[in-house]
C-alpha cells in the first residue's frame, strides 16, 4: 500500500518539478513567464498526437520539447523585443496554448495513448521496496533529477550561472561589463518553454496515456508557485514538487479508504494547499527577500 | 539592416486609437490562415465568423448576451490593471458571486416579491467582492502575489460550485441532474426593449459609463492612475498602496459577482456545474482590448462576443472546431500586446554601418 502511494506520488510529482525547474531558471535570469500552462498543455497535445502518429514515444517527447520552446520563442518575442508587459504576455501565452491544444486535441479525444516504457535499472531494481520505487521509473523520472543537478550546478557553480544570476539581478550591470541580456534572457526563455513542454508530455504520456482537454488542471501554475516556494533554490523545488504531488494524490487514495469528505473538498486541496504555502513564504520577508531576482519582471531595452 | 525600437518622446495619441484596430486586423489575417491550414475557405470563414453575426436579429441578442457579462467583468479588471493590481481570478469572483446570488432563489424558494432580485444582484456583488478580498488581504497583509492566489481560487470556486448543485443544493425534484431548482419568476431578471435584450445590458453600460467618468473626473480615478504608473510619487500624494488593492480588488470582485448573478438570473435562470464559458479570462482580453477604458471595452466586449457566437457559427456552417474561438482570442491578446509597443516606441530600421555609441539617443 505505502509503496503503492509513494508510486503515485512520483508520478504526480515529476511534472511539477521539470516545468518548476525550467522556470527558475527563467526568473533567475529576470523575465517573469506566467504562460508555463499554455506552454506544459501545448507540449502534452503536441507529445501525444506525435507519439500516436508515429508509435514512438520518444518522438513524442521530443516533439513537446520543441512545441514547448515554439510557445516560448513567441512570448520571448513580445517581452524582450517588443519590450510587452511580461504579465500580460505570459496570460496571452496561457490562453493560446490552452485554445491550440483544444483544436490540435480534438482528434485525439478517446484515442487510447502510448505509455511510457519503465527503465528498469539491473540489480537495484530488484531490490525489494527500494528497487520499485527507485529504480523501476520511466526515464523522465530519472531525466527530472538529472535536470535539477545540473540546474543547481549550472547556477552556482558555473560562469555561465553567474552571468545568468547577474543578468536577473542587476541587468543595468550586466549590459555594462559586455553581456548581452537580451540574448541570455532569450536563452533562459528557451530552457524553460523546453522543461515545460517535457512536462506536457509527461502528463499525456506516462502520468496518464491519453488526452484530456485542459488536461494540465493548473499545474503550470502550481509549478509557477513552487518556485516562490524554493525561494528561487533548485534543490528546494524538489521538496516543493514531491510536497504537491502528495497533496495532488490524496485524493485518488482517500477515496480508496471510503473517507466521509466532499471529492471536490480533496482536489482542492492542492490549490488551498498553494496559497497557503505562498503565504507562509512570502510572509517571510527575509527568506523571499535574499533569493528573489531584483530584476524579475522588469523590462530591459538596451540603450544603443 | 536591423530593425530597432527607438523610445517616443510622448505617448502617441494616434497609435493609442489605432493599435487596437491593427490588432484585430492582425487577428482576422491570422484568422484566415488558419481557416486555410484546416483546409476552409478563409473569406467565407472570416465572414461567417465576424460579420454574419451582426446580420440576424437572433444572433445579433445572443452578442449582446455574452458581451454583457464581458463588459462588466473587464470594467472591474481595468480598475485592478490601472493601479498595477493584477487579478487573473474573475472567473473565480464570477462564480462565487454567481452562488452568493443564487442563495436566495435556492434556500428560500417562496420568498418572491420585489425586493428579491434587487437582494439577488447585492448578495452577488458581495459575493463577487469577499472573494476577490481574499488575495487582496493577503497582498497587502502578507506580501503574497495576488496573480497566483487568485488564479488559484478560480479552481476553488469551481469545485464549490460543482459540489453545491451535486450535493446540497440540487433540485429535489430534479430526477437527480446536477442542477438546483429553476428560479421563480421574482428571481428571473426581467427582459427589456420587447425582449431584445435582459436587463443586465442596460445595468451594465450605466455601470460603464459611471466608472468611465469617475476614472477621467475624480480624485479617485486620478489616485487609481498615478498609483498604477508611479507608486512613489502617489504615495507623496498621500495614497496607500494597500487601501488601493483592496479597493480595486473589490470593486473587481463586486463587478464580476453581479455578472455572474445575472447570468444565472438571466440566462441560465439555476445553477448548473459550469456556469460561464471562460467569462472571467476572456474579460482579460477586454480590458486589454478596450486599452483599460471603459468606454473602449464596451466595444471591445462587442468583439469578444462576436467570437463566441462566431466560433458557434463557423462550427455548425463549416464543421471548423469551435476552439478556434479561444484560439482566436488568445491570438487576438497577443496582438494588442504587441501593437502597445506602438505607442511608446518607433521602429525603425537601421543599416550595420551606423557606429553604434552615436546612433540614438533621443
Partial sequence: ?304 | MRIELVKRKEHSRTMALLSPLIAVALTALSAAILFSITGHNPLIGLYKFFIEPLTQQWSLEATIDKATPLILIGCGLAVCYLSNNWNIGAEGQFVVGALFGSALPILFPSFENVITLPLMLLFGAIGGALWALIPALLKTRFNTNEILTSLMLVYVAGLLLDYLVRGPWRDPDGYNFPESRIFSDAATLPEVFGGAMSLSAPITIVIAIVLAIVLAKTLKGFEIRVMGESPRAGSFAGFSAKRLTLFSFAIAGALAGLAGTMEVSGALNQLLPSISPGYGFTAIIVAFLGRLNPIGIIIAGFVLALSYIGGEGVQSAMGVSNEIASVIQGLLLFFVLACDTLILYRIRMVSRRVPTGEASHV
Fill in chain 1, 1 to 304: 500500500m505505502f509503496e503503492a502511494v509513494l508510486l503515485t506520488v512520483i508520478t504526480a510529482a515529476t511534472p511539477l518539478l521539470i516545468a518548476a525547474v525550467g522556470e527558475l531558471v527563467v526568473e533567475r535570469s529576470g523575465v517573469l513567464n506566467l504562460g508555463v500552462e499554455g506552454m506544459m498543455i501545448m507540449g502534452a497535445v503536441i507529445g501525444f498526437a506525435v507519439a500516436n502518429q508515429t508509435g514512438s514515444g520518444s518522438l513524442g517527447v521530443v516533439a513537446a520539447v520543441v512545441a514547448g520552446m515554439a510557445m516560448s520563442a513567441l512570448f520571448a518575442f513580445l517581452v524582450l523585443f517588443l519590450v510587452a508587459n511580461q504579465v500580460a504576455t505570459g496570460l496571452a501565452l496561457t490562453i493560446l496554448g490552452i485554445g491550440l491544444s483544444g483544436m490540435i486535441g480534438e482528434a485525439f479525444i478517446g484515442v487510447p495513448g502510448l505509455d511510457l516504457p519503465q527503465l528498469y535499472i539491473p540489480v537495484l531494481s530488484e531490490i525489494p521496496f527500494i528497487g520499485p520505487v527507485f529504480f523501476q521509473q520511466d526515464a523522465l523520472v530519472y531525466l527530472s533529477f538529472a535536470l535539477v543537478a545540473a540546474v543547481a550546478y549550472c547556477l552556482f557553480r558555473t560562469r555561465l550561472g553567474l552571468v545568468l544570476r547577474a543578468v536577473g539581478d542587476n541587468h543595468g550591470s550586466a549590459h555594462a561589463l559586455g553581456y548581452s541580456v537580451l540574448k541570455i534572457r532569450f536563452m533562459a526563455i528557451l530552457f524553460g518553454g523546453a522543461c515545460a513542454g517535457l512536462a506536457g508530455a509527461y502528463l499525456s504520456l506516462a502520468y496518464t496515456p491519453q488526452w484530456v482537454e485542459n488536461m494540465t488542471a493548473g499545474r503550470g501554475w502550481i509549478a509557477l508557485a513552487l518556485v516562490v516556494f524554493s525561494s528561487w533554490l533548485p534543490l528546494r523545488v524538489v521538496v516543493g514538487a514531491y510536497l504537491f504531488g502528495a497533496v495532488s494524490v490524496l485524493n485518488l487514495h482517500a477515496q480508496a479508504l471510503e473517507f466521509d469528505i466532499p471529492s471536490q473538498l480533496l482536489s482542492s486541496l492542492p490549490y488551498l494547499a498553494t496559497i497557503g504555502v505562498l503565504v507562509l513564504i512570502s510572509a517571510n520577508r527575509r527568506l523571499t527577500l535574499v533569493n528573489t531576482p531584483a530584476c524579475l519582471g522588469k523590462p530591459f531595452v538596451p540603450d544603443r
